[in-house]
């Protein structure tokens, strides 16, 4: 077990590291686009760009129909 971090170590290290990673986003992005950085959702792949095989696909179509209204979902259907 002493190879393994501790609980506290870790929460540490993921607070500090998604700090970083919000700080970039807010750089990169937000001169554009609104970023909510009091409680964000971060997705992170890797390897070659074919989204499909990571099912990324399939999650952006989901996106795509929650952001859409009750009575268009009913219409696709």
Not at 1 to 13: D, G, W
Not at 42 to 51: D, L, M, P, Q
Not at 56 to 69: G, R, V, W
């Amino acid at each position: 077990m002493n190879h393994f971090a501790s609980m506290e170590t870790l929460s540490y290290l993921h607070k500090k590291y998604k700090d970083k990673i919000i700080e970039f986003l807010q750089g990169y992005f937000e001169p554009y686009y609104e970023i909510n950085t009091e409680d964000p959702r971060i997705i992170f792949t890797s390897g070659r760009y074919e989204y499909k095989n990571k099912g990324y696909d399939t999650m952006i179509e989901a996106l795509c129909k929650t952001q859409q209204s009750p009575q268009k979902r009913r219409e696709q259907k």
